[in-house]
T-cell receptor
Framework: AQKVTQAQTEISVVEKEDVTLDCVYE???????LFWYKQPPSGELVFLIR??????QNEISGRYSWNFQKSTSSFNFTITASQVVDSAVYFC?????????????FGKGTKLSVKP | GAGVSQSPRYKVAKRGQDVALRCDPI?????LFWYQQALGQGPEFLTY????????KSGLPSDRFFAERPEGSVSTLKIQRTQQEDSAVYLC???????????????FGDGTRLSIL
């Protein structure tokens, strides 16, 4: 079975702090994709990143960085120098052959509050 | 528009009524997905279309839920004889890839917030 666990339900930080959102996944597929989405209060899910299971290189995009470790089945997301606009619910998701052709399995999300 | 468009944005219905939710995907996108998001939870898969073909409906919670995409573009999710547990946000997503797992990211609409009284 496929499963995504985001153990942190809510995180609160002060602006400019760094924050890491954890994501642990379970799958029997050898080929799979991992995603992070941001859901601001407006409700729309905004795509942030997609990684495939064969590429374990860490990725950095501005203040965002992702650490993919197959050995621990984790795909953690770090925001450096957080800003108030980063406040949102962040979802980690998994897609693989075990389910439908590409449907996403989401974690329960981590609500990030960044205070000024 | 450039993004996935869903309507209505909000829908209130009395228990037992039928509702229809519309999704207009990004132009040219082959794949279309419906998800249900309960309050405080992550989205859960309902059904998947590749063009007009419904390839997976394993996530539909009951036979009261029905989805269609007759011309391979706009899709409608219909819920018959609504019940209070149907209250949720219904999200639609589209992707340019078809038949290749996770090849392209899914782009989501704003969702329809359904409240059953």
């Amino acid at each position: 079975a496929q499963k995504v666990t985001q153990a942190q339900t809510e995180i609160s930080v002060v602006e400019k702090e760094d924050v890491t959102l954890d994501c642990v996944y379970e799958t029997r597929d050898t080929t799979y994709y991992l995603f992070w989405y941001k859901q601001p209060p407006s409700g729309e899910l905004v795509f942030l990143i997609r990684r495939n299971s064969f590429d374990e290189q860490n990725e950095i995009s501005g203040r965002y960085s992702w650490n993919f470790q197959k050995s621990t089945s984790s795909f953690n997301f770090t925001i450096t120098a957080s800003q108030v606009v980063d406040s949102a619910v962040y979802f980690c998701a998994l897609s693989g052959y075990g389910g439908s052709q590409g449907n996403l399995i989401f974690g329960k999300g981590t609500k990030l509050s960044v205070k000024p | 528009g450039a993004g996935v468009s869903q309507s209505p944005r909000y829908k209130v219905a009395k228990r037992g009524q039928d509702v229809a939710l519309r999704c207009d995907p990004i132009s040219g996108h082959v794949s279309l997905f419906w998800y249900q998001q309960a309050l405080g939870q992550g989205p859960e898969f309902l059904t998947y279309f590749q063009n007009e073909a419904q390839l997976d409906k394993s996530g539909l919670p009951s036979d009261r839920f029905f989805a269609e995409r007759p011309e391979g573009s706009v899709s409608t999710l219909k819920i018959q004889r609504t019940q209070q547990e149907d209250s949720a946000v219904y999200l639609c997503a589209s992707s340019s890839s078809g038949g290749v797992v996770g090849n392209q990211p899914q782009h989501f609409g704003d969702g329809t917030r359904l409240s059953i009284l």
